[in-house]
């Protein structure tokens, strides 16, 4: 399609048609109207003009008869402006009067009559238009008295041109003005289509470009862009799962697989069997323990269970989870301590933030060592729900790489475990607009669930 093709099909070049349209019908109309008064008006005055001449000579002519009347009009030709006066005998010959000639179709008419004669003006004789009463008189006579509307005419042209001055004038600004508009925008909408095209092709990098005018075309692009990085998020994170599970369970799924076939190979009868069955039950349960931490993942970052936010007590929450793992900490030793957190309280979705705490607690148990502490505090902008113990700690470097899926430290793989808790926990903390902070607790290490507060759907504030 030609690219005036295109411009001529565009809502804006085609809207501009519309009012050019419009706007020059409404022009018109006006301009109609001013002329069609403006004419009533002089029509008016030359009606009345005429007409007090007429009764002037009427006078004359009852008075004096045609001598007289001849007299008068002979006196009023010497500065007669723009009145016309004649008197003929009833042969239409000339007796006195400003008018030169007249021709035989004037001479036979009665009454009101428009018609042109000759003047002579600076370039030698013009020809001018004028209106006149012709009356018959006793004798054959004929007095024809009137007024010069030559101006009239002009002014009627004068109109005229600037009515189609004025409607060319805005035919060609309305066109030119439709078509920079719809060019600009034209050239908006191609960018659009560019960026969907490159999208379509496979490349989800593509953005659409934001001119920065702050106007509907630029919150349009804005927000296709932030849904296009939503999707490419999301779409990054299904690629990030499936490479996950290509890599990370293949495996553990191998070793299955290779320790079956070892319990067939042997010749113990059945207590080796039931043996290697059970690890092998053991191990399947992992998998898909595994399995589940990673749908888990996927789903909250998917932003399926937003629905579920509540107001918590953070007190009542730590209480719950801390007793879970104090036989775990008993266990080996440790002594686990929830600090106090009465009144401070969040909104999120409980069951989430109450795994997300039990993966820290777990964690410290696993790796961690010493005292144990819970806390949870409101800094006024956020609740920081934090749990610290006296391990080893994670060196600085790799406290970025612990939250990604899989990541296990060297020192931790001979624990059970598939390196997914601190996945979940960055999960967690992301579907509720917060962050996962690994802190040195010094020594050990210190993590914390930081949730802003946020205002809920009532217009309060959440966490209090
Ligand atoms: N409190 C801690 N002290 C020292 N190292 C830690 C601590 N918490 C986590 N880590 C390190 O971070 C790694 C990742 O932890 P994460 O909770 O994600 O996985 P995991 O505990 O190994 O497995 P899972 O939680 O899935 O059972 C751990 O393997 C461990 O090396
Ligand atoms: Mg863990």
């Known amino acids: 399609m030609s690219s005036v093709l295109k411009l001529f099909r565009t809502t804006t070049f085609r809207l501009a048609l519309v009012f050019m349209a419009l706007f020059g019908t409404a022009a018109a109309c006006a301009i109609g109207y001013i002329y069609w008064q403006t004419n009533v008006l002089l029509n008016r005055q030359l009606e009345q003009t005429i007409e007090a001449e007429v009764q002037g000579l009427a006078e004359q002519y009852r008075a004096g008869g045609i001598s007289n009347l001849a007299k008068t009009v002979a006196n009023r030709s010497l500065a007669a402006g723009n009145s016309i006066y004649l008197v003929t005998d009833s042969e239409g010959d000339r007796i006195t009067g400003n008018l030169t000639s007249i021709s035989r179709d004037l001479w036979n008419k009665v009454g009101r009559v428009e018609f042109v004669y000759n003047r002579p003006g600076q370039k030698g004789s013009e020809s001018r238009l004028a209106l006149v009463s012709v009356f018959r008189l006793k004798g054959g006579f004929r007095l024809i008295v009137g007024r010069d509307i030559e101006d009239r005419r002009v002014f009627e042209r004068v109109v005229q041109s600037a009515f189609i001055l004025g409607l060319g004038f805005m035919a060609l600004v309305g066109l030119g003005g439709g078509w920079l508009v719809s060019r600009s925008l034209l050239s908006r909408i191609d960018a659009v289509t560019a960026t969907s095209r490159t999208i379509m092709e496979g490349d989800l990098s593509g953005r659409v470009p934001v001119v920065g005018s702050g106007d509907e075309l630029d919150r349009l692009s804005e927000n296709l862009n932030a849904m296009l990085d939503r999707i490419e998020q999301l779409m990054v994170g299904m690629r990030e799962v499936s490479d996950n599970i290509a890599h990370d369970l293949k495996t553990p799924l191998n070793r299955l697989r290779n320790r079956a076939e070892a319990a067939l190979r042997e010749k113990g009868g059945a207590k080796p069997y039931r043996a290697a069955l059970e690890r092998t039950i053991e191990e399947a349960d992992d998998l898909i323990k595994t399995f589940n931490g990673l749908l888990s993942i ?165 966490a209090q």
């Open 298 to 462: 996927a789903r909250l970052e998917a932003g399926a269970s937003q629905g579920a936010m509540e107001e918590i007590e953070a007190a009542a929450l730590i209480r719950d989870v801390v007793e879970l793992y104090e036989p775990a900490a008993e266990d080996k030793g440790l002594s686990l301590r929830a600090e106090s957190a009465e009144g401070v309280r969040l909104v999120a979705d409980r069951q989430l933030i109450g795994q997300a705490l039990a993966n820290l607690i777990d964690n410290a148990i696993k790796y961690g060592g010493g005292d144990i502490q819970v806390s949870a505090i409101d800094t006024g902008a956020s609740v920081e729900i934090g749990v610290g113990d006296h391990g080893p700690g994670i060196p600085e470097q790799d406290r970025a790489r612990v939250l990604k899926r899989f990541v296990r430290l060297e020192e931790s793989r001979s624990r059970p475990g598939s390196g997914l808790g601190l996945a979940l926990v960055a999960a967690v903390a992301r579907l509720h607009g917060g962050e996962v902070r690994l802190d040195d607790n010094e020594p050990g290490l210190r993590a914390v669930l930081s949730l802003p507060h946020k205002t809920n759907h009532n217009g309060s504030v959440g």
